[in-house]
């Protein structure tokens, strides 16, 4: 599934429940989003960064610094509200 097709849970609370979506509060419709990506940084950050001391050693200086920079954004996410782009080379 391409992020086009993902649906995050605020989407699907709005389409499967509209009724309950809008009778919800901004603080809860927030609250949320919130869950939703802390959901989303389990899956799509923490896996990756915990491959362990061996995957990191394979990688160069700029690599450890541009997945540095994306954890912290990932770390960030609940304040931004807003998904980090992957680095393209990490799979």
Do not use: H
């Given at each position: 599934?391409?992020?086009?097709e993902e649906l995050?849970r605020q989407e699907?609370?709005?389409?499967?429940?509209?009724?309950?979506?809008?009778?919800?509060?901004?603080?809860?419709?927030?609250?949320?989003?919130?869950?939703?990506?802390?959901?989303?940084?389990?899956?799509?950050?923490?896996?990756?960064?915990?491959?362990?001391?061996?995957?990191?050693?394979?990688?160069?200086?700029?690599?450890?610094?541009?997945?540095?920079?994306?954890?912290?954004?990932?770390?960030?996410?609940?304040?931004?509200?807003?998904?980090?782009?992957k680095p393209s080379?990490?799979?």
């Amino acid at each position: 599934m391409d992020k086009s097709e993902e649906l995050t849970r605020q989407e699907e609370l709005q389409i499967m429940l509209p009724e309950v979506a809008n009778k919800m509060s901004e603080a809860d419709k927030d609250e949320v989003m919130r869950d939703d990506l802390r959901s989303q940084r389990l899956f799509k950050c923490f896996d990756l960064i915990n491959r362990g001391q061996a995957w990191y050693n394979t990688l160069t200086d700029e690599q450890k610094q541009e997945l540095q920079a994306w954890y912290e954004q990932w770390l960030d996410v609940t304040k931004a509200l807003v998904v980090p782009n992957k680095p393209s080379w990490l799979v």
